[in-house]
């Protein structure tokens, strides 16, 4: 009986020792400890035993039990532990593996040439002022200078708010010039970009809605160089240093004297094309020296101070830009056409 168990023993924790996952160590156990199992059965036999050997053979089962629970146990350790630094060299991060970037959005193509604006502006000293979408005619039209008769005041080109005609959509972003000097002294030098909007239909360059960057520099000296030296800069980033200018005589009711700025055609450089329908220029803005009635209007002296403004179509300058031929594209939110920028 005691060397049965002894070999038991032996056997048992060579082969626990030598077991390689935990499925095979549980069979083991049920080999050896299980009902059915070698030890199990050798239990059975102590019956046959007589007293005096009994006590010693059930000593030694017992603790040939407890070595084959305590082998099982260390080795069901190992077979884990292993399993564990196997699956961490297994699944380590590979530091090296290119990233997954996240899509990022576009900004539209408007939006880059405003920035690209405010930038620019900002570089020679302009301060950026905002004002209301929906304004009063007071600044829109009389503190502009613009006559009670004058066209832009018709129902047909305005989107009035209020039936006594007080109130509208803003059709210029003019109106703020008159707000900011009313609320700033001399040296003024702001620019102001924003939405305005008229009753026109939609087509390749009309739209109800669309945007103005209104400039404005009122000081001491301020003559019509400046306001030349200060579009020449503009263009010149925004369409290259080789870009020309044309200077034309015009007539607003806020300036005097009053000119539009044209940019030779970018499409042909000025042989005259489709884009500037044979002219060879293609026109930019809007400009001139402010009438002294608007500057004398919001407290300014014009025998003091003299100012320039300019207002600019932020549409027609992005189109001139990436040489857009349709407004609409600027508005529809086509990704295929979005995309193309930036
Ligand atoms: N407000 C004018 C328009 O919408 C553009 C303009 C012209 C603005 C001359 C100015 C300016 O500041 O001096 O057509």
Sequence with gaps: MKATLEKLRSSALGEIDSSGDIAELESLRVRYLGKKGGLTAMLRQMGSLSASERP?????????????????????????????????????????????????????????????TRDIFIGMGFAVAEGPEVELSLYDFDKLNIPPNHTVREWSDTFYITEDESVHLRCQTSPVQVRYMEAHRPPIRIISPGRVFRRDEVDAS??????????????????????????????????????????????FPFTEPSCEVDVRCVVCGGTGCRVCKGEGWLELLGA?????????????????????AFGIGVERMTMLRYRIDDMRLLYENDLRFLEQFE
């Design 206 to 251: 009309h739209s109800p809605m669309f945007h103005q960057i209104e400039g404005l520099v009122v000081d001491r000296g301020i003559t019509l160089g400046d306001l030349k030296g200060t579009l020449n800069a503009l263009v010149g980033h925004l369409y290259g240093e080789g870009a020309k200018t044309r200077f034309r005589p015009h007539h």
């Design 288 to 308: 001139g020296m402010v009438h002294p009635k608007v500057l004398a209007g919001v407290g300014i002296d014009p025998d003091e101070y003299s100012g320039f």
């Design 56 to 116: 010693a053979a059930g000593a030694l089962a017992n603790s040939v039990r407890a070595d084959i629970e305590s082998a099982l146990a260390a080795r069901l350790k190992g077979i884990e532990a292993s399993a564990l630094s196997e699956k961490l060299l297994r699944e380590k991060i590979d530091v090296t593996v290119p990233g997954k970037r996240a899509e990022a959005g576009h900004r539209h193509p408007m939006s880059i040439v405003l920035d690209e």
